[in-house]
């Protein structure tokens, strides 16, 4: 899925790592590194490097509630985690609305059709 992803974002020669823990090791990331004393669904730490894209931490905890919730299959979920981290490593942000946050949903959209595509999920 990283790979399908990545190719997506035109990051054939790009390298990232994935974490998959549960909601206690992403509460005291979370905590430490953003402030928020809380689990959350995923977490990105770009690496500033040419190569190394950076890392994504995701709470399987989390993706199996939120498959639930949102009605998707945990492998669905978890690509769409995924995809959401990677993006935020490649620059998009949502965080204030608006124009920003369109763009990177129909960017995830796009990324999700080629796993779909690719029956990654």
């Given at each position: 899925?990283?790979?399908?992803?990545?190719?997506g974002?035109?990051?054939?020669?790009?390298?990232?790592?994935?974490?998959?823990?549960?909601?206690?090791?992403?509460?005291?990331?979370?905590?430490?590194?953003?402030?928020?004393?809380?689990?959350?669904?995923?977490?990105?730490?770009?690496?500033?490097?040419?190569?190394?894209?950076?890392?994504?931490?995701?709470?399987?905890?989390?993706?199996?509630?939120?498959?639930?919730?949102?009605?998707?299959?945990f492998?669905?979920?978890?690509?769409?985690l995924?995809?959401?981290?990677?993006?935020?490593?490649?620059?998009?942000?949502?965080?204030?609305?608006?124009?920003?946050?369109?763009?990177?949903?129909?960017?995830?959209?796009?990324?999700?059709?080629?796993?779909r595509?690719?029956?990654?999920?």
């Amino acid at each position: 899925m990283a790979e399908t992803a990545l190719k997506g974002l035109g990051f054939d020669d790009r390298e990232l790592s994935v974490l998959l823990t549960g909601n206690a090791e992403v509460r005291e990331l979370n905590r430490e590194y953003r402030g928020k004393d809380k689990p959350t669904d995923v977490l990105s730490f770009p690496m500033g490097d040419a190569y190394l894209l950076g890392d994504i931490v995701i709470s399987t905890e989390k993706a199996a509630s939120q498959a639930i919730e949102f009605g998707v299959s945990f492998d669905e979920e978890m690509a769409r985690l995924l995809v959401h981290g990677l993006l935020h490593l490649a620059g998009y942000d949502h965080v204030k609305g608006g124009r920003q946050a369109r763009k990177m949903k129909d960017k995830e959209e796009e990324l999700m059709g080629l796993l779909r595509a690719g029956r990654l999920i």
